[in-house]
């Protein structure tokens, strides 16, 4: 799983997981992603710092730039809506907030947070803590559990 992340992650899609890469016909990157594509590959960065496949050097820039990106990302009550475009972060239409990929997000937010506070040494991983609690903190779940909002 790693691999996928390594090698499609990168500038082009503004570190962001595209959805999906189909190999037939022809090789072609899907440039979109979702909230549970992005949640997955916060927890991702850090498992592969756990399994040694990065440092933590690598661990904090990959997280970084994933992060400012997510945090430019146009939100609904702190809710990522369910599809993006990796190329322009523009919302994908129809515009919408998917109550399972909401709660997916906050989980995996809250797994990365979690699993970064354990590995840390001498406070290194503060700010990256930092600014996925505020990720969880801003995002209304209770809105989300509303299932869908269109039109916004």
Known sequence: MWKFYEQNV????????PDNIQFFPE??????????????????IVCANVFSFITKYDLKTKLRASLDTVEKLKK????????????TLEVLSPKFISSVDSGNFVACLICAKQ??????E???????????????SDT?????????TYGH
Do not use: A
């Open 76 to 87: 609904d009550k702190g809710n990522l809506y369910n599809w993006y475009d990796t190329i």
């Open 10 to 17: 990168t500038t082009f899609d503004n570190c962001l997981v």
């Open 27 to 44: 090789k072609r990157v899907c440039h979109r992603t979702s909230p549970t594509n992005i949640g997955l590959y916060f927890v991702s």
């Open 140 to 148: 209304d779940l209770i809105l989300s559990r509303l299932s869908f």
């Open 115 to 120: 699993m970064l506070k354990k590995i840390q």
């Open 122 to 136: 001498d406070g290194e991983f503060d700010k990256e803590i930092s600014r996925l609690e505020k990720l969880i």
